[in-house]
């Protein structure tokens, strides 16, 4: 199962627009990440956002998080062609002392020139 | 510095046969996690590996079977192959405690 519930499933935005992606998930988490994944290809890391932290940025994209509200949003600024590519949130969760990544269904983003 | 490798990057087999994948993590990685992602939909975890022991499992049934040797690279076998198990096979490397994972570029498997 997963842990993590992206909105919207799909995005169809202008060069030059922002995008914003959602992400709730379920149970009490340790961080929260964020995944870009180019069609059929493997994931790549974007951002790391602790329980404790409520907003991170790295370069154009922004990350907050609600842990009472147990979500998260990312956005991307001033969106360029190369943004197109699908974004998954994953929740890092303990088990037995180690930790593991469950993903979300994902958001398919397309940036349009 | 080489990133995650993963082998082959696409395979046909047929239903009842068996699969093994290939994984080598990045350098000075010793823990390696196998996902699988159906099409359209996100990775789901499969296993894990550290020290050459599975120490954490996902809900996949023992037909999903995997090992670690000690230069930290993996595999992932698959027996008595389902058209369901065809998928994107994704192993990913990371260090301890809470680090970003690192990606190979999957292994696409299709069962006919």
Redesign the interface.
């Known amino acids: 199962?997963?842990q993590?519930e992206e909105d919207p499933q799909a995005l169809s935005i202008q060069e030059g627009e922002n995008a914003t992606m959602n992400c709730s998930y379920k149970t009490s988490i340790?961080?929260l990440?964020w995944?870009r994944q180019n069609s059929?290809?493997?994931?790549?890391?974007l951002i790391?956002i602790?329980s404790n932290e409520r907003e991170k940025h790295s370069g154009r994209l922004r990350v907050t998080l609600d842990t009472s509200k147990k979500s998260s949003s990312l956005l991307i600024t001033a969106s360029r062609a190369a943004d197109t590519a699908s974004y998954?949130c994953a929740t890092?969760k303990i088990?037995?002392g180690?930790?593991?990544?469950?993903?979300?269904?994902?958001t398919r983003l397309a940036v349009h020139p | 510095d080489a990133g995650v490798t993963q082998s082959p990057t696409h395979l046909i087999k047929t239903r009842g046969q068996q699969v093994t994948l290939r994984c080598s993590p990045k350098s000075g990685h010793d823990t390696v996690s196998w996902y699988q992602q159906a099409l359209g939909q996100g990775p789901q975890f499969i296993f894990q590996y550290y020290e050459e022991e599975e120490r954490q499992r996902g809900n996949f049934p023992d037909r999903f079977s995997g090992h670690q040797f000690p230069n930290y690279s993996s595999e992932l076998n698959v027996n008595a192959l389902l058209l369901g198990d065809s998928a994107l096979y994704l192993c990913a490397s990371g260090g301890q405690g809470y680090s970003p994972l690192h990606f190979g570029n999957g292994t696409r498997l299709t069962v006919t």
């Open positions: 199962s997963q993590g340790n961080n990440q995944y059929g290809r493997g994931l790549v890391h790391l602790r998954f890092d088990s037995g180690y930790n593991k990544l469950i993903f979300g269904a994902g």
